[in-house]
């Protein structure tokens, strides 16, 4: 036998996240990944730029390009809030006990932004070898 009562549907609106601060900052960490996207594919066109001097060269062209230079440091800065925002979110997937007392967060997020700052001035000292 069938109700004939209708169910409750809570009206969802488009901008749900805007009502609290925590919602939109969720909204701007997860869109920190459009950069990511343009990254990506700047890396993937520039590995194909590498088969022939030509390609290279138009390649090197197109970042030089005023706009691109922007849309990369953009994309530089959004990379540091991403990054900055796994690494405060890393103490709490990782429960570290040691002597029976349970770690804080802070020396895991240095040590995860010392680990970063010298594997990218190691790469970019083998880059400018």
Not at 23 to 51: C, D, N, Q
Not at 59 to 73: G, S, T
Not at 109 to 119: D, K, N, R
């Amino acid at each position: 036998m069938m109700t004939k009562r209708k169910p409750y549907v809570r009206e969802m609106k488009a901008n749900w996240w805007k009502n609290l601060g925590f919602y939109k900052f969720y909204m701007f960490r997860e869109s920190t990944a459009i950069p990511a996207v343009w990254f990506s594919i700047v890396m993937i066109i520039g590995v194909f730029a590498l088969r022939n001097p030509e390609s290279w060269d138009g390649f090197v062209a197109f970042l030089q390009n005023p706009l691109v230079m922007v849309i990369n440091i953009i994309t530089l800065i959004m990379a540091i809030v991403h990054t900055k925002t796994w690494f405060d979110l890393a103490p709490k997937a990782a429960n570290i006990v040691a002597n029976g007392v349970k770690m804080g967060p802070k020396p895991l997020v240095t040590g995860l932004w010392v680990l970063t700052i010298v594997v990218s001035l190691i790469i970019l000292a083998v880059a400018l070898i």
